[in-house]
Each structure stands twice: as structure tokens, then as C-alpha cells.
């Protein structure tokens, strides 16, 4: 079946980057996404990845796609207070048509 | 534009009481989703209505959990009765057309989180 996996903390400091991995099992999956959740909010998405492609930028997010190993990760950039977070990753299943969603990472930022 | 909206925003209850939720979903939006999110995971689909048709209730617990959307806009999600593992957020999400487009964007509402004493 399908299970996508992430760490679930991970803490910087303001102005360094940020790298949340995530590994999923799917080889089936053609979009992968990420979404994020703040606090007693619902989830918004940030961006998603075609299986075809290796890497995509989107102003300070950049995500990569290691296809061969399962692996995807996003990248913020110059990670501000307002990135904490929880950082959702999701693959949409070819088999089910479903969106499918990992733990979650819970992004803190310290000054 | 507004987003989805969801009813309660907090809802606390005991053991084998009932509860209903209450979602609209973005004008126009034909696809209306529910999901569970149990603390500490990340959000698992219960149901998914396209207009006023159901798609997917896989994973719906149809001996206690049920869901409507008879006039394919806005749609309740009933549970009947609770279960202290129905603890959860349970978030209503809306897209413009799910079935064919992969990259059709799912706009989340805030959740209604339950509390089963």
C-alpha cells in the first residue's frame, strides 16, 4: 500500500535554510505536493512536483525529486518566523486516485 | 474569494453522543472532500462527493459515520455515535473539478476539531 513517511521536528534559526525530507513508497505516484498547516488553520498548498521533473523553484521553496530512491524534499530558503509550522507532504496515488499524506514536520524558527 | 467553511470550529462531546459537521465549500467548486486527522498524522480521506454524487467512501466508517451533499453545494458530516478514538480534526476541503485534472488545487477549510470524552 501506499505510506509516506517524514521526521517529525526539526528547528533552525532565523535567516538559514530549511530542508524537510519526506520518502514515500508509491512508484506509482505522478504528483507530489507540499502543504502547509499553522496553527488552528486548515492546510494550504506551497507547490507540487510532476514525477517527471528533478527539481522545481518557486521564490524562496525549492523542492527536489529523487525518483530512483523515493525521496522528495523541500527547501526554504532564508527561513523566516512566519515559516513555523507544520510542512505536510502528500503523493497522489496512481492506484487510488487519492491524496495520501505524511506525519507531518513541525518547523520551529528561532530568532 | 472566500474560502471553505467549516462549522463548528470546536466541538466537545462524550462517548456514544451524536455530532454533525458543516462544510461550504468555494462557489462553484464540484468536488467536496472530508478528511480525518488524527493528532500527530497526517490527514486520511473519508469521503469524496463529486456534485451530489459520492466517488469515494472507502475509508468512511459507514457503521457510525455518515455524510450528504444533496444539493451538490454544501455538505454534513455525521457521526453516530462517537467513539473516544473519534478524537480528530476533521477538515473539509473543495476543488474545482477532481476528476481528471492531477494538479486540480484542494482548498482546505480550518477543521472542526471533536473531542469524545
Known amino acids: 500500500g501506499e505510506d509516506v513517511e517524514q521526521s517529525l521536528f526539526l528547528s533552525v534559526r532565523e535567516g538559514d535554510s530549511s530542508v524537510i525530507n519526506c520518502t514515500y513508497t508509491d512508484s506509482s505516484s505522478t504528483y507530489l505536493y507540499w502543504y502547509k498547516q499553522e496553527p488552528g488553520a486548515g492546510l494550504q498548498l506551497l507547490t507540487y512536483i510532476f514525477s517527471n521533473m528533478d527539481m522545481k523553484q518557486d521564490q524562496r521553496l525549492t523542492v527536489l525529486l529523487n525518483k530512483k530512491d523515493k525521496h522528495l524534499s523541500l527547501r526554504i530558503a532564508d527561513t523566516q518566523t512566519g515559516d513555523s509550522a507544520i510542512y505536510f507532504c502528500?503523493?497522489?496515488?496512481?492506484?487510488?486516485?487519492?491524496?495520501?499524506f505524511g506525519t507531518g514536520t513541525r518547523l520551529q524558527v528561532f530568532p | 474569494e472566500a474560502g471553505v467553511a467549516q462549522s463548528p470550529r470546536y466541538k466537545i462531546i462524550e462517548k456514544r453522543q451524536s455530532v454533525a459537521f458543516w462544510c461550504n465549500p468555494i462557489?462553484?467548486?464540484?468536488?467536496l472532500y472530508w478528511y480525518q486527522q488524527i493528532l500527530g498524522q497526517g490527514p486520511k480521506l473519508l469521503i469524496q462527493?463529486?456534485?451530489?454524487?459520492?466517488?469515494?467512501d472507502s475509508q468512511l466508517p459507514k457503521d457510525r459515520f455518515s455524510a450528504e451533499r444533496l444539493k451538490g453545494v454544501d455538505s454534513t458530516l455525521k457521526i453516530q455515535p462517537a467513539k473516544l478514538e473519534d478524537s480528530a480534526v476533521y477538515l473539509c476541503?473543495?476543488?474545482?473539478?477532481?476528476?481528471?485534472?492531477?494538479?486540480?488545487?484542494?482548498?482546505f477549510g480550518p477543521g472542526t476539531r471533536l473531542t469524545v470524552l
Open positions: 502528500a503523493e497522489l496515488s496512481d492506484n487510488t486516485d487519492k491524496l495520501i
Open positions: 462527493f463529486q456534485n451530489n454524487g459520492v466517488v469515494d
Open positions: 476541503a473543495s476543488s474545482l473539478d477532481g476528476s481528471n485534472d492531477r494538479t486540480d488545487t484542494q482548498y
Open positions: 462557489s462553484g467548486h464540484a468536488t
